[in-house]
């Protein structure tokens, strides 16, 4: 009965158009981003591919008496546990940021099992909640304090991600799937630049996006989009073209930061990349069908391009290591290799409303965080 209930319900989901949309046009748009990765590798002249920076020997040893800080969400697990544990490697004061308290003790002993040398601190923070991404930026900056760290931060990564399957609501009104994926990575980095732009030694904001990306053609920006009231109007839950426009927005996020740190002295030292790793299996994909999830990687490898979180991290901690001076870049697949990504991401019209619908959106976050905060004072 178990086999022919799976077998039901792997049919059922396979029925839906935004499964053959995640099969059809996400391979393509990987398989693309793979032949443009290595059309630029045989013909371009000029060299998009950028070495590490080892912090051994380097200014950090100088002018900070403690490890950097490197913060990194959705760190319990795949990609995100995977660059935890090389970048405490490169000795980075690692802060592992996940929702399970469990899986956090679980990542942190992994790491410690094979560095034991690892410098590792964890929260628990769940990215969907400005509520409790506020409450991390206070224990954070308790912590420092206690710790008698420099009040800093030398590195953020915003990892966090879901592909959720059903219509979930935040607290706050929002898409479940568009608050992890976007706008949480957005308030904590909003929340997070005073500790950035405070560092003695150049500073880094990566953003990790996704190939899923090149498929938006959608050109709403406003509140009623970012927080994914508008794509709430579907009968259907439209999580393939949600997962891609949240994908699309960190992009946006990302160019628009650097724009305008670009345009702030007193923010020069800071760079913001992005990064993204390709196919990688890690359990992102567990709310689709076991049986559909074994067909997709299965096909994924046979194509050459399912890589294990260890080697899909590579893109993540070649963005995090790049020279200081790298800013406004797309990383892609590892060996510090970057592409451009969709040229609807380069609009720069389209980022300035992603930008302001998004500090519209923080702002009302601020406001009734201020207004429950002086309630229960």
Known sequence: MEVVKNVVESISFMCNSEFWRMAVLWTLSLISSYMSRFYQTLFSQESRCYPRCSLKGSTFASLLVDRPICIITGATSGLGAAAADALAKEGFYVVLVGRSSEFLSKAVSEIKSRNPDACLKAFKVNMSSF?????????????????????????????????????????????????????GAFCLTKVLLPLLENSLVPSRVVNVSSFTHWNVRCRHADTETISGKFFMKSKDYPYASIYEYSKLCILLFSYELHRKVGLMKTSQHLSIVAADPGAVKTNIMREIPSSVTTMAFTAMKLLGVLQSSETGASAIVDAALAPPEVSGVYFFGGKGQSLNSSALSYDAGLAKDVWDASCSLFEELQTTARRDGNRAA
């Open 131 to 183: 509520e409790s991404i506020l409450e991390f930026k206070h224990s954070l900056e308790q912590w420092l304090r206690d710790s008698n760290m420099h009040p800093s931060v030398q590195l953020l990564i915003n990892n966090a991600g879901i592909l959720a399957t059903s219509r979930r609501v935040t607290s706050e009104g929002y898409d479940q799937m568009l608050a992890t994926n976007y706008i």
